[in-house]
């Protein structure tokens, strides 16, 4: 049996975007020695070696490129922008926004990326993507860290810290594809509450340690 594969991409083929928002015939703008590069260029890769096996083998392939996903279950130290703030605001510490804060994100809960990903694996073998898959409302790091503060009710200043090296400036899918080929979809939870329910997860999650 010939089972179909899924591979979980990523938003940062687009790397550092001049094109925005990024849709998925934008072939993005990535810095092939920088410091973010070997996380970029694995998945750039990966998408050329999948495309390769459906050239050459017919393996059955769907790519899904993934903005940025949020919600419960996440590890509080895998250095995620959403789970950083939250379990600094929730602690009291300070909440670090590398540059001025300006750049943007959009931040997809994780009920509606799955629903997207069980959708992709459901069309016909003809589709296989690429297929951006996010949510498309835009937000700068000081409004997601603002947020967070007055939703855990948190007295968490805002420190700045030295922008990283090929930090992406702006992030925002381009979702008219998903919604044509997987049946409308888009998606349902805004941010403030799917932070919400991460933020409760994080609650009990320290209160256990």
């Given at each position: 049996?010939?089972?179909?594969?899924?591979?979980?991409?990523?938003?940062?083929?687009?790397?550092?975007?001049?094109?925005?928002?990024?849709?998925?015939?934008?072939?993005?703008?990535?810095?092939?020695?920088?410091?973010?590069?070997?996380?970029?260029?694995?998945?750039?890769?990966?998408?050329?070696?999948?495309?390769?096996?459906?050239?050459?083998?017919?393996?059955?392939?769907?790519?899904?490129?993934?903005?940025?996903?949020?919600?419960?279950?996440?590890?509080?130290?895998?250095?995620?922008?959403?789970?950083?703030?939250?379990?600094?605001?929730?602690?009291?510490?300070?909440?670090?926004?590398?540059?001025?804060?300006?750049?943007?994100?959009?931040?997809?809960?994780?009920?509606?990326?799955?629903?997207?990903?069980?959708?992709?694996?459901?069309?016909?073998?003809?589709?296989?993507?690429?297929?951006?898959?996010?949510?498309?409302?835009?937000?700068?790091?000081?409004?997601?860290?603002?947020?967070?503060?007055?939703?855990?009710?948190?007295?968490?200043?805002?420190?700045?810290?030295?922008?990283?090296?090929?930090?992406?400036?702006?992030?925002?899918?381009?979702i008219a594809l998903a919604k044509s080929a997987l049946g409308g979809w888009e998606?349902?939870?805004?941010?403030?509450?799917?932070?919400?329910?991460?933020?409760?997860?994080?609650?009990?999650?320290?209160?256990?340690?």
């Open positions: 049996m010939r089972a179909r594969i899924l591979q979980a991409s990523t938003s940062e083929v687009y790397g550092d975007p001049e094109v925005h928002p990024q849709a998925e015939s934008y072939w993005g703008r990535v810095n092939p020695i920088g410091t973010r590069s070997c996380y970029d260029e694995g998945k750039r890769c990966a998408e050329t070696l999948f495309f390769d096996y459906l050239r050459q083998h017919k393996l059955r392939i769907k790519v899904v490129r993934i903005f940025n996903t949020y919600g419960p279950r996440m590890h509080p130290n895998d250095g995620r922008v959403v789970s950083n703030f939250i379990v600094q605001a929730l602690k009291g510490e300070d909440i670090t926004i590398y540059g001025d804060g300006r750049q943007t994100r959009s931040f997809c809960y994780v009920d509606d990326l799955i629903e997207a990903m069980n959708r992709t694996m459901e069309t016909a073998d003809d589709f296989t993507g690429p297929v951006n898959i996010g949510n498309p409302g835009e937000f700068t790091m000081i409004e997601l860290a603002e947020q967070v503060i007055s939703l855990t009710g948190s007295k968490s200043r805002l420190v700045h810290l030295p922008l990283p090296a090929d930090d992406p400036k702006q992030r925002r899918p381009d998606p349902k939870v805004p941010l403030a509450e799917g932070l919400n329910k991460t933020i409760a997860y994080f609650d009990q999650l320290l209160s256990e340690r």
